[in-house]
C-alpha cells in the first residue's frame, strides 16, 4: 500500500500567484516526520521545509508553509508568490522511527510567466 | 557551507561491469542513505548506515549490490556485475544525530547518473 500519496502529477500555476501541492500520509506510527524536497531539472534534490508530528503549528519557511492536518493524514506544501524558478519537481516524503524516508511519486510543477 | 558529495556525478558502462559510487557525508552527520531514482519506480531507499553500522538495506539487490562505509568520511556502494536495469541517478544523503523521526536533517548529494549499456 502506498504510504506517501501525490496525487497532482503535474501543475500549472501563474507566476505571481499562490500554489498548494497535495499530499497524503498513511502511518500507524505516532512519532513521523513529514517533508518536502525539490528536484529542479539539474537534479539535485533540495531540502524545502519539515513537520514534526508532534508540532502543534504549521511549519513555514520563507515563502513554503506546510498545511498539515493531522486528522486528515495530509501534509500539503504552499508555495505563495510563485517566481519561475520554483518551476521543478516537488517530492513529499515521511520518516518513521528508523530515520529512513519513504517519498511520493511528485509533483511537477510549472509557473508560467 | 557543507554538502554532501558524490562521484563520480556521471558513469557510462557496459553490462558486466563493476561500478563503484562514493559518498561523503556532511561532517558530523552519523546516518547516511543510498536512493535510487528511475521513472519508474520514483526514489526508493536502498540501504542506510547509522554510525558506519547497516541499520537497513532491504531494498537492495543482495546478489549484485553492496554498500559499505569503511570509515566515517566515505561510503560506498557497489554494483557487480551491473546490468541495463540499473540505470538510474544515485543519491546518497547524509543525517545529523537526534531523534531519527524528529531531526529534519537529511541532505542529499548530487548524485550519480550511471547509464548501463
Known amino acids: 500500500a502506498q504510504k506517501i500519496t501525490q496525487t497532482q502529477p503535474g501543475m500549472f500555476v501563474q507566476e505571481k500567484e499562490a500554489v498548494t501541492l497535495d499530499c497524503t500520509y498513511d502511518t500507524s506510527d505516532p512519532s513521523y516526520g513529514l517533508f518536502w524536497y525539490k528536484q529542479p531539472s539539474s537534479g539535485e534534490m533540495i531540502f524545502l521545509i519539515y513537520?514534526?508530528?508532534?508540532?502543534?503549528q504549521n511549519a513555514t519557511e520563507g515563502r513554503y508553509s506546510l498545511n498539515f492536518q493531522k486528522a486528515r493524514k495530509s501534509a500539503n506544501l504552499v508555495i505563495s508568490a510563485s517566481q519561475l524558478g520554483d518551476s521543478a519537481m516537488y517530492f513529499c516524503a515521511m520518516r518513521e522511527g528508523g530515520g529512513k524516508l519513504i517519498f511520493g511519486q511528485g509533483t511537477e510543477l510549472s509557473v508560467k510567466p | 557551507d557543507a554538502r554532501v558529495t558524490q562521484t563520480p556525478r556521471h558513469k557510462v558502462t557496459e553490462m558486466g561491469q563493476e561500478v563503484t559510487m562514493r559518498c561523503q557525508p556532511i561532517?558530523?552527520?552519523?546516518?547516511v542513505f543510498w536512493y535510487r531514482q528511475t521513472m519508474m519506480q520514483g526514489l526508493e531507499l536502498l540501504a542506510y548506515f547509522r554510525n558506519r553500522a547497516p541499520l537497513d538495506d532491504s531494498g537492495m539487490p543482495k546478489d549484485r549490490f553492496s554498500a559499505e562505509m569503511p570509515d566515517a568520511t566515505l561510503a560506498t556502494l557497489k554494483i557487480q556485475p551491473s546490468e541495463p536495469r540499473d540505470s538510474a541517478v544515485y543519491f546518497c544523503?547524509?543525517?545529523?544525530?537526534?531523534?531519527?523521526?524528529?531531526?529534519?536533517?537529511?541532505?542529499f548529494g548530487p548524485g550519480t547518473r550511471l547509464t548501463v549499456t
Open positions: 544523503a547524509s543525517g545529523a544525530p537526534g531523534r531519527p523521526s524528529g531531526s529534519p536533517e537529511q541532505y
Open positions: 561532517l558530523g552527520h552519523n546516518t
Open positions: 513537520q514534526g508530528s508532534y508540532d502543534q
